[in-house]
C-alpha cells in the first residue's frame, strides 16, 4: 500500500487538472447549502442541495457546522440529501467525501454510517467521516498511529551518577529513568525535561538523542503504537524533591551500578552501559545531536536528529 | 502534565483498592442493564440503570453495544439514564467514564455530550467518548499524536551508489530518499523496505536507522505530529522500475554527487553526508543498529535502536 504522501500525491496527480477547474468555479459560487434547480428530493423542505468544498487531492469536504440549513433536518431527510450530494459526486469523478461533524449533530452520523462512511478520527467536540469513491481500495491516508513517550537519563559526569526512579503499583519495582508521554506539539527534548522535573524536582537540559523503541498494539495506547525515546540530559540542579504519587524511590546512583544491577529494564540497562561507554570515550560516541530546520513546503521548523559529523563533512552543501 | 503512564499510575494508586473490590464483586454479578431496586427516573420503560465495567484505574466503561435494553431508547430517555448513572458513579468515587459507542448508536453521542462527554477517539465502526469526574484537571491519557513515516537510503558500498528519487506534483522537483507512511503495527525498517520496492521496483534489506525529523501541525496529518525515520537499507536488486504515478525521476546517484547537490532537502543532504562518512570511516560511525527484546510487562516484543556498543560493553548486565 502507498504511504500517504504517495497517496495524495498520487490522487493529486490523477484529478490535478478537472478538479483545478471545478474548484475554481465552485469557490467563486462558494461552498454552502444551494437552494436552486436540482433537489434531493421532492419534499419542499429538503430544496436545495449538500455542497462541499473541493480538495487539492479531488475530495470533497462538507463541514456542517456551516450549514445552517442542515439544522432542522432530521436523519432520515439528512441520508436522503447525502445520498443525492453522493451521486452527484461519484458523477463528478470526485474521489473522496469527507464529513466534518460536531459532535451535537452526531445524530447525522448514523445515517452517513448507512450510506457507507465511517470514522476517519474524532476529537473533542467534533469528529470526521470518510468515503472512498474512487477505483480500488482507499488511498485515503491514516490518522495518527503513535503515541510518543520520553525517558530523560540525567548524568552527572563529574560524579558518574544517573538520576534513576522506581514507579509506584508495578508488579517489580525495577529501577529505570523519569519520563512520560508527550504533549500534543511537544518536542521530545522537552518532554524529557518537563517530565524529569515533574517526577523528581530536579532541572536538566536536553543534551542529545540516546534510544528510540517502536512497540505495537500497545494497550496503554489504545492498541496503537508506541515510540519510546530516551534523551540525555544535563542537571542543572541536584535536589531531589520526587512525586510521591508517581514514584516510590528516586535516588543519584552510580551509573556502573546501575548499568549492573539485575533490578532494572532492558532498555535501562543498555542505556546505562551506552552512557559508561560515553563518559569514558566521549558523548559524541553515543549522542544523536538536534538541529532545527526550515520545513521546505510548510515554512514550519522541524528537529532533526542524528549522529554528530566531524568538521570536514559539515560545510554545507545541499539547501541548507 | 503527567504523561499517561504516570496519569493512570497515580490514578491506580490512589484507587486501588475500593476498586478492586468493588470490581470483583460487579465482575461477579455481570456488567450490564440491570433491572432492579434503583430506577434512573419514573417511566417504567426505563426501568433499571446503566452499568458499567470498572477498570482498574477507577474508571468506569460502558459499552453500548453489549447494552440490548439501550437499543430500542430516544435520545432523550437515554440522555434520562446517562445522567443518573453520572450521578452514581461521581458517589462512588470513579474518576472517570468511558462510553464505546458502535457508529450506528451514534445517535447517543449528542445526549452524552450534553452530559459533558467528548470525543477520545473514534476509528472505523466506533467512536469513545470520555467525561472526567475525579478532582482537578483530566488525568486521562489522550491518543495517538503521531504519525509514522520512514525512508529508505539504499547505499550500494560497491558503487558508492544511492538509490533517491524526485516525487510528482511537488512545488519543486527535489531529490529524496524514497519512502511514505507506516502502516497500522508496521515496524519501521519494513515500512522502509517495503516503500523503496512499491516506489521503485528495488529490493532491500534493512541495515540500521540513521536519523528521525519531529515535525508539529503537519497539514498532511490532520494537523497532528509527524515522526520521519531515515533507514539505512543494503540493496538485494538494482534494476529499477520505479512507480509512474508517484514518482518524476528515479535513479542510482554517486552518493558524493548527492551530498553536494542543491537540488535536495536539508535531510537528503545531511543524511547524504553521514553516509559518505560511514562509507569512508565505518557504518559504525553512523548506525543506530536494532535489537528485539521482550517488553516487561506485557510479553509483547519490541525494537530497540541506539549506537552500538564494543564487545567490552555489550556483557549481560541487567534483566536482558
Chains 1, 2 share one sequence.
Not at 502507498?2 to 461552498?31: I, S
Not at 445515517?111 to 465511517?118: I, R
Not at 510521591?244 to 532498555?267: F, R, S, V, Y
Request: glycine share 10%; hydrophobic share 40%; aromatic share 10%.
Amino acid at each position: 500500500m502507498l504511504g500517504a504522501t504517495e497517496k495524495l500525491g498520487a490522487a493529486m496527480r490523477w484529478l490535478w487538472r478537472p478538479v483545478g477547474l471545478q474548484a475554481a468555479l465552485l469557490r467563486a459560487g462558494g461552498a454552502g447549502f444551494r437552494t436552486e434547480a436540482r433537489t434531493a428530493s421532492g419534499s419542499p423542505r429538503e430544496a436545495g442541495e449538500l455542497q462541499g468544498e473541493l480538495d487539492r487531492f479531488g475530495g470533497v469536504s462538507v463541514h456542517l457546522a456551516r450549514h445552517r440549513a442542515l439544522h432542522g433536518l432530521d436523519a432520515a431527510a439528512f441520508r436522503r440529501l447525502l445520498q443525492a450530494a453522493i451521486k452527484r459526486w461519484r458523477s463528478e469523478g470526485r474521489v473522496a467525501a469527507w464529513l466534518h461533524i460536531p459532535i451535537l449533530q452526531s445524530h447525522f452520523i448514523a445515517p452517513a454510517a448507512s450510506l457507507g462512511f465511517c470514522f476517519h478520527h474524532a476529537e473533542s467536540h467534533s469528529s470526521t467521516l470518510t468515503l472512498w469513491l474512487g477505483e480500488g481500495p482507499s488511498r485515503l491516508p491514516g490518522y495518527a498511529t503513535h503515541q510518543v513517550g520520553v525517558a530523560g537519563a540525567v548524568f552527572d559526569d563529574s560524579t558518574r551518577k544517573v538520576l534513576v526512579v522506581q514507579d509506584r503499583n508495578k508488579l517489580k519495582n525495577m529501577w529505570k529513568f523519569p519520563g512520560g508521554l508527550s504533549e500534543p506539539g511537544e518536542d521530545i527534548g522537552d518532554t524529557a525535561v518537563r517530565e524529569v522535573f515533574e517526577e523528581t524536582g530536579v532541572k536538566s537540559e536536553f543534551r542529545s538523542l540516546l534510544s528510540i523503541r517502536q512497540q505495537h498494539r500497545n494497550p496503554e495506547a489504545f492498541g496503537k503504537s508506541d515510540m519510546y525515546l530516551i534523551c540525555r540530559l544535563q542537571p542543572r540542579s541536584f535536589t531531589i524533591n520526587f512525586c510521591q504519587q508517581e514514584c516510590l524511590k528516586c535516588e543519584w546512583m552510580d551509573l556502573e551500578k546501575l548499568a549492573k544491577t539485575e533490578n532494572t529494564t532492558p532498555i535501562t540497562s543498555r542505556v546505562a552501559r551506552l552512557l559508561l561507554y560515553g563518559h569514558r570515550e566521549g558523548f559524541d560516541k553515543i549522542d544523536l545531536s538536534m538541529e532545527e530546520l526550515p520545513a521546505v513546503y510548510t515554512g514550519l521548523f522541524y528537529k532533526l536528529y542524528h549522529r554528530g559529523l566531524p568538521e570536514s563533512y559539515r560545510t554545507t552543501m545541499g539547501v541548507d
